[in-house]
Each structure stands twice: as structure tokens, then as C-alpha cells.
Nanobody, 126 residues
Framework: QVRLVESGGGSVPTGGSQTLSCEVSGDTYSWHCMGWFRQIPGKEREPIAGIDGSGRSALAASVKGRFTVSAISRTNTENSLLLQMTSLQPEDTGIYYC?????????????????WGQGTQVTVSS
């Protein structure tokens, strides 16, 4: 089992930058894919960033060129997952969820046996 705790959400003006962090602890060596999903009001939760155990990353078209995902392995049981966001727009407003899975599908954590963080609100004001 793994535990995920996000931090770093809040309000930011249009065009601003923000970094979200996710502390992943527990059975991290068995969970080979981590990533970020977001849920915009009125829409389903969607994947926006993923990174696998080899460091290969994937970004959704809507955030490519503006967002960067990275992972830091701190110990055998603790990892940090970062989402660096730049050029934020009002349409980026939503709840951002950190996620981990045993493998990736299409570059993002597979929805099969996925573990979620609690979510953090990001609000981009116009």
C-alpha cells in the first residue's frame, strides 16, 4: 500500500505559476507509475501528467509546454512527485489529484488498483 499527500494548491492570477507536491510513502517500489489528474467543474477527472519508474513522462495536450512533472526518490519508502505549472489560465482551475499505480497505461497511472491523494484545489483568477 502507498499513501499520497498533496500540497501546494491555492489561488494564482492568470499567467502565473504554481508547483504542486505529492509525498508518496509506503510500498513505493511496487508502484511503478505516478501522476496527476485534475477535475474541472462539470467534467470528469482526467489524467494530465504521468511518470514511470524509468523517468519517462507523459503530458496531456492541454498542458504540454506549460506543465512539467518530475519525481524524486528520497528513500526506499518515500518519493516526492512534483507538478510545476506555468502560464496558468482560468480553464486550469480545478481539483488536482496525485495518483500512483503499479503500472502505466498510455503514460498515466492505470485506473486498475489506483491509489489517490486527497486532492488540492487550484484556482486561476482572470
Amino acid at each position: 500500500q502507498v499513501r499520497l499527500v498533496e500540497s501546494g494548491g491555492g489561488s494564482v492570477p492568470t499567467g502565473g505559476s504554481q508547483t504542486l507536491s505529492c509525498e508518496v510513502s509506503g510500498d513505493t517500489y511496487s508502484w511503478h507509475c505516478m501522476g496527476w489528474f485534475r477535475q474541472i467543474p462539470g467534467k470528469e477527472r482526467e489524467p494530465i501528467a504521468g511518470i514511470d519508474g524509468s523517468g519517462r513522462s507523459a503530458l496531456a495536450a492541454s498542458v504540454k509546454g506549460r506543465f512539467t512533472v518530475s519525481a524524486i526518490s528520497r528513500t526506499n519508502t518515500e518519493n516526492s512527485l512534483l507538478l510545476q505549472m506555468t502560464s496558468l489560465q482560468p480553464e486550469d482551475t480545478g481539483i488536482y489529484y496525485c495518483a500512483a499505480a503499479r503500472y502505466c497505461t498510455g503514460g498515466y497511472p492505470s485506473l486498475t488498483r489506483i491509489t489517490w491523494g486527497q486532492g488540492t484545489q487550484v484556482t486561476v483568477s482572470s
